[in-house]
């Protein structure tokens, strides 16, 4: 799912560069078939399999920060049985504004 470029660059920004947001979304994950979206912004360096996401479960709710596992990403899918995919087109952005965009909408109602 990440390959070793995104990995290096998720790795160094655990810890506080990640608890402020004050980092770059390295990747998008999401379904095809919904609104559903993850943005990865961290890797655990002691264990691999853990990131803190941005997450936005569709245009009715807020996006949210969550820790979740790569494990578990990989395992989602769609109601057609399809699993999430990488956007090989989403090009990093910061975290902090990409979280702020996406709650925009949310919040202006």
């Given at each position: 799912m990440l390959n070793n470029k995104q990995k290096e660059k998720l790795m160094a920004s655990w810890g506080e560069k990640a608890s402020s947001m004050a980092c770059m979304a390295e990747v998008r994950v999401y379904d095809p078939l919904s609104s559903w979206e993850c943005y990865?912004?961290?890797l655990n360096p002691e264990d691999d399999d853990?990131?803190?996401c941005i997450v936005?479960?569709?245009d009715k709710?807020?996006?949210c920060i969550e820790r979740w596992f790569l494990t578990n990403i990989k395992s989602l899918f769609n109601s057609h049985g399809e699993h999430v995919e990488v956007d090989k087109e989403f090009r990093?952005?910061?975290a902090d504004e990409l979280f702020k965009i996406l709650n925009k909408d949310h919040y202006e109602r």
């Open positions: 990865i912004y961290s853990e990131v803190d936005k479960v569709s709710q807020p996006a990093p952005r910061k």
